[in-house]
Nanobody
Framework: QLQPVESGGGLVQAGGSLRLSCAASGRTFAQYAMGWFRQDQGKEREFVAGISVNGLMPYYGDSVKGRFTISRDNNKNTVYLQMNSLEPEDTAVYYC????????????????WGQGTQVTVSA
């Protein structure tokens, strides 16, 4: 079992950067693919980025390609999301999620979720 805990959210101006962290308790972190999702008010939760168990294969949603970078440190049980060139449309609660095996892009395919961290981008 894994318990993700997100941190690093906040308020930033458009064009700025933030780095989110997700620390996950549990001794089997390296067996889990990790994903970042986001959800804005009144919208469905959407896939932002995912990373394979060994950290060598990142995946990104179309809206963040070229701006966001996902990475992980299995020694620290932590996954990161570096967000650059932020836009007001990136405003949302960002969630970290974990699943055994390969990266998937749908909410239903992840087993463990954090509580989320708010990211607000002002124009």
């Amino acid at each position: 079992q894994l318990q993700p805990v997100e941190s690093g959210g906040g308020l930033v101006q458009a064009g700025g950067s933030l780095r989110l962290s997700c620390a996950a308790s549990g001794r089997t972190f390296a067996q889990y693919a990790m994903g970042w999702f986001r959800q804005d008010q009144g919208k469905e939760r959407e896939f932002v980025a995912g990373i394979s168990v060994n950290g060598l294969m990142p995946y990104y949603g179309d809206s963040v390609k070229g701006r966001f970078t996902i990475s992980r440190d299995n020694n620290k049980n932590t996954v990161y999301l570096q967000m650059n060139s932020l836009e007001p449309e990136d405003t949302a609660v960002y969630y970290c999620a974990a699943r055994m095996g390969f990266v998937r892009t749908t909410v239903e395919q992840y087993d463990y979720w954090g509580q989320g961290t708010q990211v607000t981008v002002s124009a």
